[in-house]
């Protein structure tokens, strides 16, 4: 994408963030796991599905120094855009791939390491950027397991929210909606452990998470 393109659209989306932020308030169950999380002082991976991130700014604004924020987003042409968005929206981006190989190579490793440090925070969609819908990918775990953090699952949803027509059917809250944020307990991606365990775990987590949500939302 023409870079002037991907900054406006950057700066649109994060504009637009900011704007839900100050019109739309946000209930949050489950604050009790993310100060016990905190209270580690190990590094946390918020996780949620993909197509959440306008739900979970509100959160995320009212709650952490977005400084201390890291998005994680893909590395590939399309950083440009998200890079844009983590910018405006005063958060900082660390594009890497999802693909597990990819994300081993020595230099990427000690990137991710560096950046997901004790008392910092960090955003992902485990279905990132491309799904399936609601499969967490290796990805994830891996970058908890090597930065030794806990991830936390996260589901979102608001009642009038719109939906766009795609694989994630991206959330876009409206102005004056409420958003219902849901925190389930934080999850330990130990060595010891098979990775698709944790990966069925987290997934298993997320989804109540989403369900809740929902439920909150439309009763």
């Known amino acids: 994408m023409n870079p002037l393109l991907a900054r406006f659209f950057g700066w649109f989306l994060a504009s637009y963030a900011k704007l839900i932020h100050r019109t739309a308030p946000v209930t949050i169950e489950g604050w009790e796991h993310i100060e016990a999380a905190v209270a580690t ?3 946390l991976i918020f996780a949620n ?3 959440q991130t306008h739900l979970f700014y509100n959160a995320f604004a009212d709650h952490f120094d977005l400084g201390d924020v890291y998005m994680i987003m893909v590395g ?3 950083q440009g855009v998200l890079g844009y968005f983590a910018y405006y929206a005063g958060a900082l981006a660390l594009p890497v791939s999802m693909d597990d190989s990819s994300m081993a190579t020595a230099s990427n490793l000690r990137n991710i390491i560096k950046k997901l440090a004790p008392g910092k925070f960090s955003y992902i969609s485990p279905d990132g950027p491309d799904g399936p819908a609601r499969v967490a990918k290796p990805g994830t775990v891996f970058m908890a397991r090597q930065a030794k953090a806990l991830i936390m699952p996260v589901g979102n949803a608001s009642r009038r929210a719109l939906h766009i027509n ?3 059917q991206y959330w876009l809250p409206l102005p004056f ?9 934080a999850i330990e991606a130990p060595r010891g452990v098979a ?3 944790v990966l ?3 997934t298993e987590a997320l989804n109540q998470a989403d369900e809740r949500a929902k439920v909150l939302a439309y009763e």
Do not use: F, N, S
């Open 41 to 43: 002082g190990r590094p």
């Open 177 to 185: 909606d409420r958003i219902y944020t849901v925190c389930k307990p």
């Open 200 to 202: 069925a775990q987290l």
């Open 166 to 168: 795609r694989w994630d």
């Open 49 to 51: 599905w993909h197509g």
């Open 76 to 78: 590939d042409d399309r």
């Open 195 to 197: 990775r698709k365990e």
